[in-house]
């Protein structure tokens, strides 16, 4: 007889998947549409000499990088889902910075629950739609038109229209399976397409070894441990929590008086996840793409000296790094929390933290306490995403190019979000046999 109190085993889990009829349906949607969504990278956007694009993007790996990991390849290999959900990303991130500027969207988050929460959503396909249009002219008119069969407006509108289309499908999908399916959808698709990535470089890896002798596997073994290490630290960081006390006050209900309650306000040590890191690598990326749009040779000469990991003075990027990353991380977790609100919330609910006074003292030992983690979490974040580029570049091992810290943070964090759904799912299936019994 299975203890409710305990978690789901790993035994448990696996047979619930088998036997459970909504939680099999739903993993099936799920990886149903995953598959979809990965056939359609490779149907290929039609009027483009490969050959060209292929020689162009094999010394410019710097400017796709991180996009292409994220579209799965998408960008590469030219896909009508090259754009993949990256469009919607951009629009949630949009639509979030927007929420903390504009009251009346403010408005909709806070105090119009489920009916406000479908109208950003709404708002949020809007802005997509939008922004995939501009990405998709821009890709094809600045980029992608040198290596078309008919350059000309012709082709850049087809094109436009074919990614556009792409990305809407892509957006559909990534919603169906956070409806109908496990986990958060978009979260999943960039998943997958990181997983997709990972033969290729084990494959170039292998090839790696193979030609370089013993040498090289020290160094592939020591990359590893590496890897291996640093995921071990993203999940305690991601799994840490800070639980400040709380006591509601004693209450009486009719002739009954209620004892005081003790529980806790959990403030997470890495609030913003890894769109610290997101942030802080597009900011870096511009004026690499600034610098290659405008053929500027000074321009380009200052940003692969200053700001590129493998410049001749790589410290400069790291500290620049590692400064917009403390800077995004507390700008994020500064829309994430507000002091102020959690503080009156806790005085309405006549809750307090002991030790604390109500109201202003309250809201400003709750800043002090956030502003400390989050500094810790930046710190976490910018070590994170330096030291495993810092190591491929001292080992000389190109192989995992791209497989960084943003990659290692978002694989182990849709895991863990993912597999605490499924626990999730399996303890209410525990519960209503419990109810039929």
């Keep these: 007889m299975i203890s409710r109190d305990k ?3 790993a035994q448990e889990t696996f047979m619930q998947m088998a036997q459970a009829a909504g939680l ?4 099936l ?7 979809l969504v990965r056939l359609g990278i490779f149907l290929p956007i039609p009027g483009i000499n490969r050959v060209r694009f292929a020689e162009a993007i094999s010394g410019n790996n710097s400017v796709f990088g991180l996009l292409d990991i994220f579209s799965g390849r998408g960008l590469s290999t030219l896909g009508i889902f090259a754009l993949g959900i990256l469009p919607f990303i951009n629009a949630s991130i949009i639509i979030q910075l927007l929420t903390a500027a504009i009251p009346s969207l403010e408005n909709l988050q806070k105090n119009e629950g489920e ?3 479908r109208k950003i959503s709404q708002i949020t396909r809007y802005v997509t739609v939008g922004w995939a249009i501009i990405q998709s002219v821009a890709f094809s008119a600045l980029f992608l038109q040198q290596f078309a069969l008919n350059p000309g407006p012709i082709f850049v509108a087809e094109t436009a229209i074919a990614l556009t289309a792409g990305s809407m499908f892509v957006m559909w999908a990534s919603e169906l399976i956070t409806e109908r399916g ?15 990535s990972l033969p290729k470089s084990l494959g170039d890896t292998i090839d790696l070894v193979q030609v370089g002798g013993r040498e090289i596997v020290g160094r592939v073994i020591v990359l590893v441990l590496v890897f291996l290490l640093t995921i071990v630290g993203i999940v305690f960081v991601q799994e840490g929590l800070r639980r400040i006390p709380i006591i509601s006050a004693r209450r009486q209900v009719g002739r009954r008086v209620l004892a005081e309650q003790r529980s806790y306000l ?15 690598a597009a900011i870096l990326s511009l004026p690499l793409l600034i610098a290659n749009f405008t053929k500027n040779p000074d321009l380009a000469n200052i940003v692969n000296t200053y700001l590129s990991p493998s410049g001749s003075a790589p410290w400069v990027y790291a500290l620049v790094y590692l400064t917009s990353i403390v800077f995004f991380s507390y700008f994020y977790s500064s829309l994430i929390l507000n002091p102020v609100d959690v503080a009156q919330n806790l005085k309405k609910m006549g809750s307090s933290i002991p030790g604390i006074r109500p109201g202003k003292a309250t809201s400003e030992y709750i800043e002090r306490v956030a502003n400390r983690l989050t500094f810790l979490g930046a710190i976490f974040l910018g070590l994170v995403a330096i030291i495993p580029t810092a190591v491929e570049s001292a080992l000389k091992v190109p192989t995992f190019k791209g497989l960084g810290a943003t990659s290692l943070l978002i694989l182990v964090g849709v895991a863990i979000d993912t597999a605490k ?4 799912y399996v303890i209410s299936q525990r519960y209503e046999g419990m109810v039929k019994q």
């Excluded at 959990?266 to 802080?280: D, E, Q, Y």
């Excluded at 759904?421 to 999730?424: G, V």
């Design 266 to 280: 959990p403030l997470r040590l890495n609030s913003g996840g890894v769109m610290p890191i997101i942030f802080a």
């Design 24 to 27: 099999r349906g739903r993993l």
């Design 115 to 117: 009916a406000g929460r």
């Design 182 to 196: 496990i986990g958060n959808g978009a979260s999943l698709l960039i998943f997958v397409n990181i997983v997709a």
């Design 7 to 9: 978690a789901p085993t």
């Design 421 to 424: 759904q499924i626990q999730t």
């Design 29 to 35: 949607v799920t990886v149903g549409i995953l598959i």
